[in-house]
């Protein structure tokens, strides 16, 4: 198949070394890219590059040096100018190899692992004075191995490959491409770490998804179902690569059955992935990438790892104080943001139930470098440190329209962990929140309720009368407040009495709204950390309040197993939704400006792609489509014959024709309607279902770089 226009997600898979390898992975049909080693002989090595670049073979290599101890892995009797000699025939197909890979693992693996570089890959971090500090000394660290890595091995793209939050730290230390190792950890928190990050740079970005060792306990149905997930998830969070590490050529159960690899187990997992590259070939998933007009913004020097251990920067002998505090307990929020809130919780208000997951489905976790102007809503949960080139940011992003959530405690600057919040400028936030700190009084359980709405309508937050039992009871430590800023409104504050007063309660606030230029900043006044015991539920409720504010004209009600995705295409959006769940049919429904529509129902398991354009929602039963054009209400899709329910979301009756096929629907009237197959010749071989069979042959090298 060389000579194909290639579309990304470049999909693929692990395999082992040599062109007979490379041969068998073509005759899997198992997509574009490879991960692999190259053989350890110059010529050999040429061939496997040479066979790939003639046969359209993206090539990433598995790491060349041992982390940290630097002794050669692969290619031992190859000098870097012979590998960049023999990788240089590879072309445009030559994406890069792995380095620095786990490095992450000093900050999340067991300490055990790492106290004397144990396991045989990285040291522990050294004892360090402050987070500023840590920070410091693992960019320092990474960028020097980097260093090692280009001047010593090989000069060609180097690609971490991580399951922790320190992305945008491997970005700051030099590293080229970035790469997630999924399953390891959330992947929902993972894969929005890893784009908010590559959307800061450009850099490319994709999945190498661990199934051998963390897919599951065994090989059982819902292992089967794990994979389906993580390859689909992956897809329409906008991975630019994916492949699977191991656990696709055979599978041995650690304590159990070794399934082979002509297994019917083994063949599934490969049709799954083939069915994905399939895909990819027929339909062309917008360069845009998600439209993601949220973001949390992972403060500066906040070292959470956001998997396993409990310690912060990986300073695991240097002081109880560095194990998980109120700050790093913070992140515990991005779990609410894609689970469902029960419905007896009175906070839940409005016309529909939103929550489950985050406007339009995504969410990105960006670092302080990033351009927040990208997005609509700003919002810290974690540990941050203010500094005058975050402040002034700050400040210009609020000013030119943005949406700012911040708590007090994310102006700290105190130089020792675990000591109390030292506030920025001496709490003198003016400028950017319109109020000074003046005082703190002892922390203690305080009541919290919401007493005025907010100026901005979309942000509907649980008022009611002041005059009522406070919601939020817990532990924290009030600020004694100055407003600056006569048009400041406090939205939310401290008041445990059932009769208290409207007036008395203002003096104590929690939650304050300022105007700044184009726009806004809500300032939660209180010096204790979202992630707190006693604030937490206040914070997952405020949090939510904001993101609900951010519904798209067009949004989708789902439930909290659905993930989505909206990916704009000029005058068209694409919408792609995926049901995780392994077992039952799940409903969506549209709302368009505020009205229902009819809900549509997904199998457990399905990937559904739907497109919108001019108020017309049009959603094939079956994936496999392209849309060619759909201005002016006529629509092509280049598809298989299918059905396809077509929805007018407008005020107005409408014409619609879909491949030929004419419709007359009354606004908010549904057709479903049998379309024509239309498949262009070249690609008639990625639409026949014979490609999804596999070929009878015989895998003597079932080995994998991991």
């Known amino acids: 198949m060389a000579g194909q226009t290639f579309r990304l997600p470049l999909v693929g898979a692990s395999m082992g070394k040599g062109v007979a390898v490379c041969r068998d992975f073509l005759k899997l049909k198992l997509g574009n890219v490879i991960l692999t080693a190259l053989p350890d002989d110059r010529e050999e090595a040429l061939k496997v590059v040479r066979f790939c670049r003639e046969h359209g ?34 072309g445009p197909y030559l994406l890069g190899r792995y380095a620095v890979g786990e490095a992450g693992g000093m900050f999340y693996w067991p300490k055990s692992y790492v106290i004397g570089a144990r396991a045989g890959r990285y040291e522990a971090m050294p004892p360090c004075r402050n987070e500023a500090e840590a920070h410091d000394v693992y960019v320092d660290y990474i960028r020097k191995e980097l260093v090692y890595e280009r ?28 790469c997630l190792e999924l399953l390891p950890g959330d992947p929902r928190i993972t894969l929005s770490a890893i784009r908010g990050t590559a959307r800061r740079t450009g850099k490319m970005w994709g999945v190498h998804i661990a199934m051998l060792w963390y897919g599951g306990i065994r090989m059982d149905e819902l292992w089967l179902r794990r994979w389906r997930a993580a ?4 897809f329409l969070f906008g991975a630019q690569f994916i492949f699977p590490e191991s656990g696709h050529l055979d599978y041995h159960e650690r304590d159990g059955k070794w399934f082979e690899f002509d297994s019917p187990e083994m063949r599934r997992v490969r049709r799954e992935l083939r069915e994905l590259y399939r895909f990819v070939q027929v339909h062309t998933r917008p360069v845009s990438g998600p439209y993601v007009p949220a973001a949390i913004l992972q ?39 894609f689970r469902r809130e029960d419905l007896f919780h009175e906070h839940v208000t409005g016309g529909f139930d939103r929550t489950g997951n985050p406007p339009c489905g995504q969410i990105d976790v960006i670092p302080a470098a990033a351009d927040f102007a990208s997005y609509k809503l700003l ?17 210009d992003y609020v000013k030119n329209g943005g949406h700012l959530v911040i708590w007090l405690a994310h102006f700290d600057i105190s130089e020792r962990r675990g000591t109390p919040v030292g506030l920025f400028r001496n709490g003198d936030l003016a400028e950017l929140c319109g109020l000074r700190v003046t005082g703190r009084k002892r922390p203690d359980v305080r009541g919290i309720k919401y007493i005025r709405p907010s100026r901005f309508p979309q942000y509907d937050f649980p008022v009611r009368s002041v005059n009522r039992d406070p919601y939020f009871l817990g532990r924290s430590e009030e600020a004694e407040i100055e407003i600056t800023d006569p048009e400041l409104r406090v939205l939310a504050a401290y008041s445990d009495y059932v009769r208290d007063t409207l007036e008395n309660a203002t003096l104590h606030p929690v939650l304050t709204e300022r105007c700044l230029g184009q726009g806004a900043v809500w300032t939660v006044t209180t010096l204790t950390h979202p992630g707190a015991d006693g604030m937490i ?3 997952e409720v405020l949090v939510r309040t904001f993101l609900n504010g951010c519904a798209a ?58 497109y919108e354009e001019n108020g017309i929602l049009v959603m094939p039963e079956d994936p496999l489509t392209e849309c060619v054009s759909s201005a002016e209400n006529v629509w092509k899709l280049e598809t298989p014959e299918q059905n396809i329910t077509l929805l007018d979301l407008s005020a107005e009756t409408r014409t619609v024709t879909l491949n030929g096929m004419t419709a007359d629907l009354a606004p908010g009237e549904s057709r479903k309607i049998r379309c024509p197959a239309l498949i262009p010749p070249e690609k008639a071989v990625w639409m026949s279902e014979e490609f999804l069979a596999e070929p009878e042959m015989v895998l003597t090298d079932t080995s994998t770089p991991y």
Not at 66 to 72: A, K, L, S, V
Not at 151 to 178: K, N, W, Y
Not at 231 to 234: A, D, K, P, Q, R
Request: with cysteine.
């Open 537 to 539: 539920r206040f914070a």
């Open 299 to 337: 403060g500066e020097a906040d070292g959470h790892p956001g998997l396993w251990n409990p310690y912060a920067w990986g300073q695991y002998d240097n002081g109880e104080e560095w194990e998980t505090s109120d700050a790093e307990k913070g992140w515990k929020i991005f779990d609410a943001l």
């Open 379 to 395: 919002f810290l949960i974690g540990r941050n440190r203010m500094d005058e080139p975050l402040y002034r940011k700050l400040i």
């Open 553 to 610: 004209d067009l949004d989708f009600l789902t439930p909290d197993c659905v993930r989505r995705a909206v990916y704009p295409d000029g005058a068209r959006r694409v919408f792609y939704f995926f049901n995780s769940d392994p077992d039952l049919t799940q409903s969506i429904r549209p709302v368009f400006n505020g009205k229902p529509g009819t809900e549509i129902l997904l199998p457990p398991g399905a990937f559904r792609v739907f």
């Open 151 to 178: 001047e010593q091995v090989c000069d060609i793209p180097l690609f971490d490959v991580e399951s922790s939050l320190a992305f945008s730290l491997h970005d700051e230390a030099g590293i080229d491409g970035l």
């Open 57 to 90: 073979i993206f090539l990433m290599l598995s790491e060349i040096v041992q982390r940290h101890c630097h002794t050669r892995l692969q290619c031992a009797h190859l000098s870097k100018k012979e590998l960049e000699e023999i990788l240089g025939e590879a």
């Open 231 to 234: 390859i689909w998830t992956s």
